[in-house]
């Protein structure tokens, strides 16, 4: 059962852990009741979204592809009746992994990238920094196969990271019954 920490102090948490994993926090905004953190990774941006009133965390590593051309050269890949079914096979099996999830990403019905999700529950009392870590790292090594796949099917192409998913304003509901 989730503690009665307040909100605001778990953001403020959520921060001083990111900072703890020698990570940068690069933007914070609220806007609707979602609360929103982007860090740095290296090279990546992951984003931390909470909705004000749930007790769960969304870690979200996104990769987009804002050309169109692109897009569509993948979307032939996709859908090519020789080589999609292989290409699907190996795009979900890069993306996919027991402790999260995944999305594949559409825009105007063309093959527009993916993000890996993960829930996080800062408001149990045992929430930590390796917690957070830990699920950085697993988003972070999950999205990189993901990447190196496109990279493989699609040849040299640019690939953004927008984090498309709206964030539910609830929590989850039972996942059985």
């Known amino acids: 059962m989730p503690s009665k920490k307040d909100v605001h102090e778990v953001h403020e948490s959520i ?22 953190l982007q860090i740095k990774h290296g090279l990546f941006n992951i ?10 965390m ?22 090519n009746s020789k080589t999609g079914v ?4 190996l795009l979900r099996s890069s ?8 999305e594949i990403l559409k825009r105007d019905n063309l ?3 993916f993000q890996i999700l993960m829930n996080l529950f800062p408001f149990e ?6 917690i957070l870590d830990a699920g950085i790292q697993m988003i972070i ?12 099917l699609g040849g040299n192409i640019e690939l953004q990271q927008k984090a498309t998913t709206d964030f539910p304003k609830t929590d989850p509901g039972p996942m059985y019954g």
């Open 58 to 79: 969304r870690l979200i590593f996104p990769i987009t592809i804002d050309d169109e051309k692109t897009s569509k050269k993948f979307d032939e890949i996709f859908n």
């Open 141 to 152: 090594g999950v999205g990189i196969s993901g990447i190196d796949l496109l990279k493989t």
């Open 47 to 56: 984003f931390l979204v909470h909705s004000v009133n749930g007790s769960v």
């Open 111 to 113: 093959f527009n990238g």
């Open 15 to 36: 921060k001083k852990m990111v900072v703890a994993t020698e990570r940068e926090n690069l933007k914070e905004w609220e806007a609707d009741g979602i609360w929103r």
């Open 95 to 102: 993306l996919n992994n027991p402790h999260c999830a995944y």
């Open 125 to 130: 009392k045992d929430f930590s920094v390796r």
């Open 86 to 89: 292989k290409a699907t096979y």
